[in-house]
């Protein structure tokens, strides 16, 4: 019986990393269905402001889109069979690790994506993954290995 895999793709937004990701699975024949955060940054900031009303105060700014993507990002990580989380070397991705976090805390299989440099700074986060990754080949072919045995 063949399964629909979920992967959730999460973390770093300024590279072309989910596409290649994307990309290599469907080359590999993966019966893959990827889905991922609000990556546009601008809509992800002001969704909550857009839809309930602006703020004065950037907190209450950031408070509303936060809980509002937050809807999303809890609900794709639960339905997830597998998250991808990329941390890039120009940007915190303090959400990204919130959602390695929230998806360690469910018990669900996490793959870190990110250059050799940031090995030390993410150790506890990549602790609690199954894989840690340097290149986004290297998940496909893992992702190849668990769906398909190859």
Known sequence: M?????????????TD?????????????????????????????????AILG?????FWHDHKGAKINAI??????????????????????WNAAFDAGYAAALGKSIITLHDPELTHALKEVDGATQAVCETPEQVVRILAYVIKQT
């Not at 399964?3 to 999460?10: A, E, G, I, R, T």
């Open 2 to 14: 063949s399964k629909q895999w979920v992967v959730y793709l999460c973390g770093e937004i300024h």
């Open 17 to 49: 990393w989910r596409e290649q990701i994307s990309n290599g699975a469907q080359q590999a024949g993966l019966d893959i269905d990827f889905v991922s955060p609000v990556t546009d940054h601008a809509k992800s900031d002001d969704c909550g402001v």
């Open 54 to 58: 602006a703020e004065e105060n950037n």
């Open 72 to 93: 999303r990002t809890r609900t794709l990580i639960e339905s997830a069979d597998v998250v991808v989380v990329r941390f890039g070397d120009k940007y915190r991705q």
